[in-house]
């Protein structure tokens, strides 16, 4: 029997973060052992955020992320990684579900509200259809999973409905897809803001760690991080009365696997400073181990473009049997 099909991906726009390790990527990890997986790089979507059109910057980022894939244990040989821009099946499908889509569901998302907040006339129409070109991403590979951060729940609540719509307009070609968000870690916050999420593309490098950060640098923003005022100080997690010490225990958790609810007792009665040393001393060990295997990686550009180069062909194979029946159902 086939495998089911994993699909996700990362928007190429900074060097990944704790965020989106603990989010989403090691559970692609311990995905590819089960299911056919698909990583995708997403560099169209990225366009809909940059104002630069510096090819090299692109291409660089690129790579970064790719390398950064491998680093935390994206298997090439397993899972198939490949470029959003090297697929045109996606751009192509994405029109057709342009004319799906309403115009008023769009207007709800969040993140198009927040990424466009301090824009207004000069917010490009790019970044309002994001959530389409993300459902045609997923829907091209017939997925029935998608492991994702909490902040993409309702754009894949989005995926769902549209490809729902056009099964029952034109026919069923397309695989209705299963969210997976994380009960723990799917939402990470900013260490200086806690009620805000942790984003790669915050201009704010302070409020997130990257997975290229240095010991220096992990602890500085660590010791930096919002926590309360509570006296006597109190460790447990609570996102919403102790939104900062909750972040650091989410944090914690995600990179060293201990469960929340071990820490809670590992930390009762501790000082908000000891848990912050533990987290330095984790993250610093863990990421330290990802650096290595990145510079390895980075340095060999001829296999990177290697990986992409067979990952869109696998890609293309794969996109071009859903298109297909996309064009016949609608009758193109
Ligand atoms: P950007 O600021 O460019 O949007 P980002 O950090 O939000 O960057 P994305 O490329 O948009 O990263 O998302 C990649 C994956 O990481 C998605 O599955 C997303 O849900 C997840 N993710 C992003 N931020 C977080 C976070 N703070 N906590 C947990 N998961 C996250
Ligand atoms: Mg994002």
Not at 16 to 27: D, E, K, S, V
Not at 46 to 54: E, G, H, K, M, Q
Not at 242 to 257: E, H, R, W
Not at 265 to 272: C, D, E, H, M, R
Request: charged residues 20%.
């Amino acid at each position: 029997m086939d495998k089911l099909l994993v699909f996700s991906g990362t928007q190429p726009s900074g060097k990944l973060t704790i965020g989106n390790y603990i989010g989403a990527i090691r559970h692609w990890i311990v995905m590819q052992k089960y299911y056919e997986c698909m990583y995708c790089i997403a560099d169209l979507h990225l366009i809909s955020t940059v104002s630069s059109s510096n090819v090299y910057a692109f291409r660089k980022m690129s790579l970064d992320t790719l390398a950064l894939y491998l680093a935390c244990g994206v298997d090439p040989n397993v899972s198939t990684i490949f470029m959003q821009s090297h697929v045109p099946e996606h751009t192509q499908l994405n029109w057709l579900l342009n004319c799906c889509a309403y115009y008023g569901e769009l207007s709800r998302m969040t993140q198009f509200k927040e990424k466009s907040k301090f824009k207004q006339d000069s917010v490009n129409v790019g970044l309002f259809n994001y959530p389409i070109l993300m459902a045609a991403d997923i829907l091209l590979y017939q997925t029935n999973f998608v492991p994702v951060g909490d902040d993409q729940k309702q754009h894949l609540e989005f995926t769902c409905n549209i490809a729902r719509r056009f099964n029952n307009k034109f026919g069923t070609v397309f695989t209705i897809p299963k969210i997976l968000v994380p009960d723990f870690g799917s939402r990470i916050m900013s260490l200086l803001n806690p009620l805000k999420k942790m984003s790669k593309s915050d201009q704010d490098s302070n409020n997130y760690i990257s997975l290229l950060d240095d010991a220096t640098l992990i602890s500085k923003k660590v010791k930096r991080a919002i926590t309360d005022s509570d006296q006597p100080p109190a460790i447990y997690y609570d996102p919403v009365e102790k939104p900062g010490v909750s972040n650091l225990l989410a944090i914690l958790s995600g990179i060293g696997g201990e469960s929340i609810s071990n820490l809670e007792l590992i930390f009762k009665n501790k000082t908000y400073s000891c848990l912050k040393s533990n987290l330095i001393q984790s993250l610093s060990t863990v990421l330290k181990q990802i650096q290595n295997r990145y510079f390895n990686e980075r340095s060999n550009e001829n296999k990177l473009n290697n990986i992409l180069c067979v990952g869109a062909k696998k890609a293309r194979q794969k996109a071009n049997l859903t298109l297909k029946k996309v064009y016949q159902l609608i009758g193109l």
